[in-house]
């Protein structure tokens, strides 16, 4: 692990004027599985296809092996993708499909044949070669478009949102089967998805990306535990995030009372965002609690209750196996490993508050997110 | 409502589909005639299969299809590609473009095309000929590409682009990526707009007219030149023929197109997709074939011969065997081994006039009307001829020398000659009524009679009525000529040419003007028909003679050709097949004595003398007529 396999300095990329993305830095190491993630249009695509060759970046370079690959076309790079929607080619059945790139190759024959058949049992697909690609179901589709990759030998492979277009239960199946084949085939996975579950369940490192920026690079998790800003905070898993000063170091005051915490560094007194995580919110009777305050709904989430409690006017969200009836008065504790503090930044506001929660609210924005460029 | 929309429905296509359903039952018509069905025969099929000039422009028509689908299929798909890769805006812009050429009218193409072709090869590369194979070839590849596009762009746009993302990541360049991917994906594109574009070049008349030269000839084209006498009945087989090559290939079509959509639902036997493949090889093979084979014919069609004679002639004014008639054109090569013909036509004097005076067209023989010799003779587009090589032309009659037209006679030497007289019907047409040209304004006859739909005969007629030269330049005598035509216009049944055949001979009409070789022609079909020539108020005595116009490669071989035609054998073999006749006396011998001893055909000198020709008009006068004329017609 560690080698540096491809770096991306300074990317920068325009359509038409708009701005796609500013400034990416970033380097993969050999071996590593790092996804980029983030919203529709944050501009997760745009990289993997400047890294994949079928772009070419504005400005900015690439590198692989520490060489400059800007100007090498995609037919040139170690590199290999499976497509959004598998793009197998019609014409070409199983075999044939994943034959594509050793024939453009001209290996022999025989060579051929070896390789195509260890790729349909790394894959699962022994006795599927001589089927039409439209008579599989999308999973198995899915796994000819890897395997019609990975036949290459690739030092690197990209996938572009692979699993966005199978149901749920598949797409657990199918992460737990592309980290066992990189693991099994020991390459480097360049993944792209808007999916966090996704994300932090199979990655080494995950990139968080919005508005062509990088917000934060990580293990999954530190981005889970040490958002850096509002944007990671919230794209990450649920939180409530409140307006705080830090008073000095390990000394935070919010909703009028100062609470212990772990974060030091700051400025005396600077402005922060206090990031709190729903599941780590513990009820106590109200009149032990550090803050106290009234359940305004309640929903049954199978693992959990969702319970949201006004606070002074602010609601939050609290994830507990204990429920409460509607209208009760709570009060809650915060231990100081459950307060995370970060920057102000260019988000700040505008994600946290669970005034307008609903239960449907998750299911929706998915559903929106399914579709990117 | 249901019902009433069925109704309607097979009310379209029985509109539709019932001109061609008359044209098949025709070509299984034992009669000669369209009008009855007297009983089924294949023996129209049988005379189609033996002629071997028709399959030989049958066979021209479809080389010049198969090469311009191709190459059109191949350069279309070029474009269609390019224009598929242009952002949006452009491309919608770059479509309509493509677009405007299938709406544009055909004779605008086709005019537009010849004079391209015209100055580029004549004035540019000073080509003697400019309209060739090969400038048909570009026209109609020209012509079918826009079909090609169109059929293509729909399956470029239907196309997963990471299809070719893929194939590049594959390790494809992007045309390797072209030809393993883009090109599976729109190949039913491809087809379609092949076939679309085979069926567009096979029946194409009009752009192909304009842009013909004298060394390849398409099948419509030699049709319309053809269509001065009634069209034969094994056309009517071929046409049938033809119609179903072209039903079957529009099924075809339609077929690859419902594949095409059920791949997309429905799962495939892969024994299936394997004999695809092999079918599409084959197919390919084919085609490659036909392309091989047909360039390599025309090669070995150019080098083979040793003298081309091209002789350019009035549609069906020559003997060509049909009908128990001479050969002519064989009898030359067989006397003339050297020799090789290639016969091409033209349907008037001013499509002659209009193909030699832009240098579309290269020849060595021609055969105008006196009117249009004087023109030609005028404008320096004629030979001298050398006499020394047309010994036979002593054996012309002297009344057809020292005409008007050549008054020295040093330019031509008389082919046909005629007269225009009136053909009616004895049967309905009192005998004390048929005193002269009055007979057409006759109003006992209204609705039966017809007049001729061109201007110069039409005027002759109403100046020798009213006693004017048919030469004549004053402006107020053809306006008064014009309210002759005027006053006869609510009586006739209709204008007409070559439809006057059917009219006559199947008495919807009793009376019409026509040319005295048509007439007797006709006159052998009906028996109750006769011939009238108004010698006391003068008719229209017309002669077609031979030239060689000064484009001329082959002086020596066009004149022999001359002499060969003044042979009285060989012009009265020629005349049995085009009734006209022969200025050479001594060839009445070898003439179907019907036709020698008519005098219809053959009137008396007496009679002759009070017959005129038409002379040359200024380009001015000619077009005032033709205003009047329209006029009149549409009054």
Redesign the interface.
């Known amino acids: 692990m560690s080698k540096e396999l491809i770096r991306l300095q300074d990317l920068v990329m325009e359509f038409d004027g708009e701005q796609i993305l500013d400034g990416i830095n970033l380097t993969i190491n050999d071996h590593e599985f790092l996804t980029l993630l983030g919203p529709s249009g944050c501009g997760k695509t745009t990289t993997l296809r400047i890294i ?3 772009l070419n970046p504005t400005s900015g370079d690439v590198f692989f092996d520490g060489k400059r690959i800007n100007d090498v ?3 040139d790079r170690q ?3 499976v ?3 598998y ?5 070409l ?1 199983v075999y044939d499909n994943i034959a ?2 050793l024939k ?2 001209k290996l022999p024959k025989a060579q051929i044949h070896e390789r195509v058949q260890e790729m349909l049992a790394v894959v699962g697909l022994k006795g599927y070669e ?3 690609t ?2 599989l179901s999308g999973g198995q589709q899915q796994r000819v478009a890897i395997a ?2 990975l036949v ?1 030998r690739p030092k690197v492979l990209l996938l572009d949102e692979p699993l966005a277009a199978l149901d749920l239960r598949l797409r657990k199946d199918m992460q737990n089967e592309l980290k066992r084949i990189q693991q099994a085939m020991g390459i480097t996975f360049v993944y792209v998805t808007h999916d966090q579950e996704e994300a932090l369940s199979m990655s080494d490192t995950v990139i968080v990306m919005d508005k062509g920026r990088i917000q934060q690079i990580g293990k999954p998790e530190d981005i889970y535990n040490e958002p850096q800003n509002a944007f990671v905070a919230d794209f990450i898993g649920e939180s409530n995030i409140l307006d705080g000063v830090m008073l000095a170091d390990y000394k935070v005051k919010f909703f009028g009372r100062t609470f212990k915490c772990l974060d030091a560094g700051f400025a005396p007194n600077e402005p922060v965002d206090v990031v709190i995580r729903p599941e780590d919110i513990d009820f106590v009777p109200p009149e032990e609690g550090h803050l106290t305050g009234t359940v305004t709904s309640v929903t049954f989430k199978g693992l959990n209750y969702d319970i949201i409690v006004d606070f002074k006017g602010f609601k939050w969200l609290i994830q507990t196996t204990d429920h409460q009836a509607v209208g009760s008065t709570v009060g809650i504790r915060l231990n100081p490993e459950d307060i995370h503090i970060m920057h102000k930044s260019e988000y700040s506001g505008m994600f946290g508050d669970y005034s307008s929660y609903s239960a449907e609210y998750d299911e929706l924005t998915e559903d929106a997110d399914d579709e990117e460029e | 409502m249901k019902r009433t929309n069925r109704i309607f429905t097979i009310l379209i296509f029985i509109f539709l589909y019932i001109p061609m359903a008359v044209l098949i039952v025709a070509s299984f018509n034992t009669g000669k005639d369209i009008t009855s069905f007297d009983g089924f025969t294949l023996q129209q099929y049988v005379r189609l299969f033996r002629d071997e000039k028709l399959l030989r422009l049958l066979g021209n028509s479809v080389l010049i299809s198969v090469l311009a689908s191709g190459i059109s299929t191949m350069f279309g798909t070029m474009a269609a590609v390019g224009i598929h890769g242009l952002k949006p805006k452009m491309r919608k812009a770059v479509m309509s473009l493509t677009n405007i050429p299938m709406t544009n009218p055909d004779i605008v193409t086709g005019i537009s095309l010849s004079l391209l072709f015209v100055f580029i090869g004549g004035k540019l590369l000073g080509q003697k000929e400019s309209l060739t194979f090969w400038t048909l070839l570009i026209a109609h590849v020209t012509f079918n590409l826009p079909y090609v596009i169109l059929n293509v762009m729909p399956k470029l746009q239907q196309m ?1 682009p ?2 070719q ?9 992007p045309v ?1 990526a072209f030809f ?2 883009t090109l ?2 729109i190949m039913p594109g491809m087809i379609a707009g092949a076939i679309m574009a085979f069926t567009m070049s096979l029946d194409d008349f009009v752009i192909s007219y304009f842009v013909t030269g004298s060394d390849f000839m398409t099948l419509p084209v030699k049709i319309y030149s053809e269509t001065k006498k009634p069209i034969q009945p094994k056309i009517y087989a071929m046409f049938t023929l033809l119609f179903l090559l072209i039903l079957v290939l529009m099924i075809t079509m339609n077929l690859i197109q419902i594949r095409g959509e059920q ?2 639902h429905k ?2 036997a ?1 024994a299936d ?1 394997k004999y695809a493949r092999l079918a599409k090889r084959i197919g390919a093979f084919a085609l490659a074939a036909v392309l091989v084979l047909g360039v390599g014919l025309l090669i070995f069609q150019g080098r083979s011969s040793t003298v081309t004679l091209n002789v350019y002639n009035w549609g069906q004014n020559i003997a060509d065997g049909s009908d128990e008639t001479m050969d002519i054109i064989a009898e030359f090569e067989k006397r003339y081994p050297d020799i090789k013909v290639n016969y091409i036509t033209y349907a008037s004097n001013e499509e002659l006039y209009s193909k030699l005076s832009t240098g579309g067209i290269t020849v060595d023989v021609i055969i105008p009307s006196d009117y249009m010799i004087a023109r030609l003779k005028n404008e320096g587009m004629l030979e001298e001829l050398n006499f020394e090589n047309i010994p036979n032309y002593a054996l012309v009659d002297d009344s057809f020398k020292n005409q008007h037209f050549d008054p020295e006679n040093k330019y031509s030497v008389p082919y046909t000659w005629g007269t225009v007289g009136i053909l009616y019907n004895t049967k309905y047409v009192a005998e004390e009524d048929v005193t002269g040209w009055d007979l057409l304004w006759n109003k006992k006859y209204t609705d039966k009679i017809l007049m001729f739909d061109n201007s110069r005969d039409a005027f002759g007629i109403a100046q020798f009525l009213l006693g004017y030269s048919i030469n004549t330049t004053d402006k107020t005598q053809l306006q008064a000529c014009a309210d002759k035509l005027k006053e006869q216009k609510p009586i006739l049944q209709q204008y007409v040419m070559d439809q006057v055949y059917d009219l006559m001979e199947n008495e919807v009409a009793w009376i019409a003007p026509y040319y005295a070789g048509d007439c007797m022609a006709m006159m052998q079909n009906n028996e109750d028909l006769a011939f009238y020539l108004p010698v006391d108020q003068g008719f229209n005595f017309f002669i077609d003679s031979m030239c060689i116009p000064t484009c001329c490669q082959e002086k020596d071989a066009a004149e022999l050709f001359i002499n060969f035609m003044c042979d009285p054998e060989i012009s009265g073999a020629n005349m049995d097949y085009i009734w006209y006749g022969s200025p050479v006396s001594e060839a009445k011998q070898h003439m179907d004595p019907v036709l020698a001893e008519s005098d219809v055909v053959y009137p008396d000198q007496t009679v002759l003398d009070n017959g005129t020709s038409f002379a040359f008009l200024p380009e001015e006068i000619s077009r005032y007529m033709e205003t009047l004329f329209m006029q009149v017609r549409n009054s």
């Open positions: 994949g060759g079928f076309p995609p037919y590199i290999n993708t497509f959004q929607r793009a197998l080619f019609p014409h059945d594509f790139g453009v190759a001589n089927r039409r439209d008579s019609r990759a290459n | 997963n990471a299809l993302d893929a194939a590049m990541d594959l390790g494809c360049t390797q393993k991917v599976h994906e791949n997309k799962r495939r892969t997709s």
